[in-house]
């Protein structure tokens, strides 16, 4: 999933740049706001498994190769927006050290991986939890779904932006300049290696996570944090 | 002892199998290096060859460039792959983390 230098032409990783600055700059001045001491550690840990998860190349029927991304369980942990800082610092780190991932297409990798991915998992996550119990297991099936939702979500936008090129970038006589597949190849390419493989993996990964956090110390969890700090709000105010 | 603690070491063991993402053979959809397109279009479309050298990463697919044949050799390069990517990323943010943490 991490685009490479070349595939997106100009019009797409500009404009991607120019959505992603003022996502960045949003996140990270909710950090600064937000962020307390003893979050510190689960954020930095947070960026590393997120890096290291996408190593474990995993083959599909196909002869395709592809990963878990970790950004689903990273945004129900850490909370959408600081999410975005974290998996945003593993993909840069990819891109300029190792090459995954291509600079100009830092900003379009980091909208489907670092954006897509938590905010849609954290959603899913609290839509499907409702008001069930902290310790419930439906949570545990709700950060599964979270994580196979997201995955698959941040795949087709990543096709989506894979088939358009032949579109917005053609020479006069027809041929592509940059990623040369269109919609009708890209799209489902990328979509059902994902609905049929890799996502699961995601699911998997984000439920295990879920469920050890949920069994150990649910205080880390970004809602259970918020819900603790609203109360003793409440009760400075009552005091 | 606390979570945080077993998790960071789960993340270590991880960080030492990580060579099993080497076993993977087999290429990924838009991933392809110009050659590779060169195969599949018998082309390469030209703003394509010219923007995928716009940069030199120091260790190219988590590679020591030019050790890639020694399996043994590629496994190393992995995992020490592995832990500069957990030392930048998660010394960076321990350390702005703690800068601009509120308490």
Redesign the interface.
Same mark, same amino acid.
Request: aromatic share 10%.
């Given at each position: 999933m $991490? /685009? @490479?230098?070349? =595939?997106l032409?100009p019009y797409t990783y500009v404009a991607m740049w120019i959505i992603m600055i003022p996502i960045w700059y949003y996140a990270a001045s909710r950090?600064?706001?937000?962020?307390?001491?003893k979050?510190?550690? &689960?954020?930095? &840990?947070a960026? +590393?498994?997120? !890096?290291? #998860?996408m190593? !474990?190349?995993?083959?599909i029927p196909g002869?395709? %190769?592809? $990963?878990a991304v970790g950004g689903a369980i990273v945004g129900i942990v850490l909370g959408p927006w600081a999410a975005v /800082?974290?998996i945003s610092? +593993?993909l840069v780190?990819? +891109?300029?050290?190792?090459?995954?991932g291509? #600079?100009?297409a830092i900003a379009a990798n980091c909208f489907n991986m670092a954006v897509i991915m938590p905010f849609a998992a954290f959603y899913v996550y609290k839509f499907i939890s409702g008001s069930t119990d902290i310790m419930s297991s439906r949570r545990v099936a709700a950060s599964a779904v979270a994580g196979y939702v997201s995955l698959s979500l941040a795949a087709a936008c %990543?096709g989506l932006m !894979?088939g358009l090129q032949p579109l917005l $970038?053609s020479?006069p006589e027809g #041929? @592509?300049?940059?990623?040369?597949y269109g919609l009708n190849i +890209?799209l489902p390419?990328?979509l059902l290696?994902h609905l049929l493989g890799f996502s699961i993996l995601e699911a998997l990964v984000t439920a295990l #996570?879920f469920a =050890? /956090?949920q069994r150990?110390?649910t205080s &880390?969890l970004y809602e259970e944090s918020r819900g603790s700090r609203k109360i003793r709000e409440k009760k400075a105010i009552a005091a | 002892m606390d979570t945080i603690k077993k998790l960071f070491i789960g993340l270590l063991v991880l960080v030492v199998f990580t060579p099993l993402g080497l076993l993977a053979v087999g290429e990924t959809f838009g991933e392809w290096g110009p050659e590779e397109v060169k195969d599949k279009l018998g082309f390469v479309p030209p703003g394509l060859e010219s923007l995928s050298s716009l940069w030199s990463a120091p260790l190219p697919d988590y590679a020591i460039p030019g050790a890639e044949d020694s399996m043994t050799v590629a496994a190393a390069a992995y995992i020490l792959s592995a832990v500069i990517g957990v030392v930048i990323c998660a010394g960076l943010l321990y350390l702005v983390g703690k800068r601009i943490a509120r308490d």
């Open positions: $991490h /685009i @490479p230098d070349g =595939y032409g950090l600064g706001r937000e962020l307390r001491s979050q510190v550690p &689960l954020l930095a &840990l960026a +590393a498994f997120s !890096f290291v #998860i190593m !474990f190349n995993v083959p002869g395709s %190769t592809g $990963h /800082i974290a610092v +593993a780190l990819q +891109a300029l050290m190792f090459g995954d291509g #600079i100009t %990543t !894979f $970038h020479s #041929i @592509p300049l940059y990623m040369p +890209a390419a990328m290696e #996570i =050890y /956090i150990t110390d &880390l | -």
